[in-house]
C-alpha cells in the first residue's frame, strides 16, 4: 500500500474518486471519512482509538480527460487540528436498496503545520 499524497496540516486536503465508465447508478449515496493509523505491508491498520473524520463529498461531472465522479475534502480549517502522521481516506457507497460497499483505502501522510 504506498501513500498517494502528502499534505501539510492546515491546508485543504483534496482528493477524488473517479467512476471507471459511465456515470453513478441513480439513488447512490456516497461517503467518506480520514483516520489515522499506519501502513503495514499491504495493509492499513488503524491506531488504537482513533476517531473517524468525516469528509465533504461533491459530485463532479466528467470534463474532458477527467472522468465523472466525487471530489472528497477536508478544509484548510478542519485539518489544521490533524496530528503529523499517516491517514487513510475510505469512501463508503449504499444504494437504496442497503447495499453498502466499502472502499479501498486512499492512504495519505499529514506533515506538521507549518510555523506562523
Partial sequence: MSIIGTFTAG?????????????????????????RGRVFGDAFLPSRGATPIALAVTPRAASGEIPAGWNVTLEAADSADLAAGIYAAFGRYQDGNSVTIDDVPAVIRVNPALPS
Fill in 11 to 35: 491546508e485543504n486536503i483534496a482528493l477524488a474518486i473517479d467512476i471507471a465508465s459511465g456515470t453513478a447508478p441513480a439513488g447512490l449515496e456516497v461517503s467518506a471519512s480520514l483516520i
